[in-house]
């Protein structure tokens, strides 16, 4: 079990431009919920994935936008990319059967940098 | 709405010695709480949860936690320091029946020789 990964490990962009970033959770896993980690602080939820839909949100803006395949793996996407952006981008995956707990497995994240 | 504490950024402690990392929580749920370790680029690693079945939870590593409701409060023990266990810790706290979790901002635990 390769447990869940993420794609790429490390991303360069500029101000304005658009990034996307990839996750494959755990197998069997069929519920992906994304994360962004500033540096020195905890990771603050970014939305979670669950049946190709958006399940839950956090106070981020538009700017970020997501989206679940068939497979269930995701994508994040961010559009307009702000120096505040750079952080470690985290994925997490679960089974949503097991909803009660919530026990989230995460991949090593991928770290964004924006010039 | 759920929100959780972890009460000191830093802890210092000597090998050997007991390790003691504090976290309050607040949930208007019954809630689901967590322990995650974080080491140096590495991934969040799971050390316990509890999900209201024995208050005194043990996890890997030598890690345990007791759940308080009485004083919201959900502290991560461990008798012995290794120098292993030098890394950050995140205290997570979930409301029953819903996804979303909320990471406290993390204590970084050193260990001394």
């Known amino acids: 079990d390769a447990g869940v990964t993420q794609s790429p490990t490390h991303l360069i962009k500029t101000r304005g431009q658009q990034v996307t970033l990839r996750c494959s959770p755990k197998?069997?896993?069929?519920?992906v919920s994304w994360y962004q980690q500033a540096l020195g602080q905890g990771p603050q939820f970014i939305f979670q994935y669950y049946e190709e839909e958006e399940r839950q949100r956090g106070n981020f803006p538009d700017r970020f936008s997501g989206h679940q395949f068939p497979n269930y793996s995701s994508e994040l996407n961010v559009n307009a990319l702000l120096l505040g952006d750079s952080a470690l981008y985290l994925c997490?995956?679960?089974?949503?059967?097991?909803?009660?707990?919530?026990?989230?497995?995460f991949g090593p994240g991928t770290r964004l940098t924006v010039l | 709405a759920q929100s959780v504490t972890q009460l000191d950024s830093h802890v210092s402690v000597s090998e050997g010695t007991p390790v003691l990392l504090r976290c309050n929580y607040s949930s208007s749920y019954s809630p689901s709480l967590f322990w995650y370790v974080q080491h140096p680029n590495k991934g969040l690693q799971l050390l316990l949860k509890?999900?209201?079945?024995?208050?005194l939870v043990k996890g890997i590593n030598g890690f345990e936690a007791e759940f308080k409701k009485s004083e919201t409060s959900f502290h991560l023990t461990k008798p012995s320091a290794h120098m292993s266990d030098a890394a950050e810790y995140f205290c997570?706290?979930?409301?029953?029946?819903?996804?979303?979790?909320?990471f406290g901002t993390g204590t970084k635990l050193q260990v001394i020789p």
């Open positions: 997570v706290v979930s409301e029953d029946g819903y996804q979303k979790v909320t």
């Open positions: 197998s069997g896993h069929d519920t």
């Open positions: 997490a995956s679960s089974l949503s059967k097991t909803y009660r707990y919530n026990e989230q497995f």
């Open positions: 509890y999900t209201s079945a024995a208050t």
